[in-house]
């Protein structure tokens, strides 16, 4: 599960973020460009090619559009808040 205190620097305010590379618990992005490539409306990658959420879903079927990134991460490096 992504850890919310580990966020991408980069996250827009909202729900759905990733978190930083350099997660301890082996939980960071680690560049495998699943996200951005699947959902470019929502994540972009960083110089390092680390995702983060540059826009934040709206409505239903974005947030699912989100969702089955989140649900696709190698690493779970994609939270949602609650």
């Given at each position: ?31 495998c ?12 990658e ?31 490096a994609i939270?949602?808040?609650?």
């Amino acid at each position: 599960m992504a850890n919310i205190k580990l966020k991408h620097p980069n996250n827009v305010p909202g729900t759905f973020f990733t978190t930083h590379p350099d997660d301890p618990n082996g939980e960071g992005c680690i560049a495998c460009n699943v996200c951005y490539s699947s959902a470019p409306d929502f994540f972009k990658e960083d110089e390092d090619g680390n995702g983060y959420i540059y826009r934040q879903p709206v409505t239903p079927q974005e947030i699912s559009d989100c969702v089955d990134q989140l649900d696709s991460c190698p690493v779970g490096a994609i939270g949602k808040a609650v």
